[in-house]
Nanobody, 122 residues
Framework: QLQLVESGGGLVQPGGSLRLSCAASGFTRAYYAVGWFRQAPGKEREGISCISGSGGTINYADSSKGRFTISRDNAKNTVYLQMNSLKPEDTAVYYC???????????????WGQGTQVTVSS
């Protein structure tokens, strides 16, 4: 069983930056692909980015290209999401999820963290 814990969320002003972390524990011998998602109140869960187990393949949703950067440190079993130039519309609960590969939909991921709130407001 794999456990995921997100951290790094909080309140930030428009134009600011945050770095989210997704720490994995449990069965970590396999390098799982990890995706980042977000969900705002009343909206569908939205994919942001995914990184393969080796880190060699990275995908971004069009809406996050240029402002968000995903990375991973397998020695620390942690995946990061660097978010720059944040906007009020980025306000949401951010989740990380893991599976054996990047999936085309959030529904394809087996393991989920509990989420971390990001609020962008002045």
């Amino acid at each position: 069983q794999l456990q995921l814990v997100e951290s790094g969320g909080g309140l930030v002003q428009p134009g600011g930056s945050l770095r989210l972390s997704c720490a994995a524990s449990g069965f970590t011998r396999a390098y799982y692909a990890v995706g980042w998602f977000r969900q705002a109140p009343g909206k569908e869960r939205e994919g942001i980015s995914c990184i393969s187990g080796s880190g060699g393949t990275i995908n971004y949703a069009d809406s996050s290209k240029g402002r968000f950067t995903i990375s991973r440190d397998n020695a620390k079993n942690t995946v990061y999401l660097q978010m720059n130039s944040l906007k009020p519309e980025d306000t949401a609960v951010y989740y990380c999820a893991a599976d054996l590969g990047c999936r085309s939909s959030w529904r394809g991921y087996k393991y989920w963290g509990q989420g971390t709130q990001v609020t962008v407001s002045s």
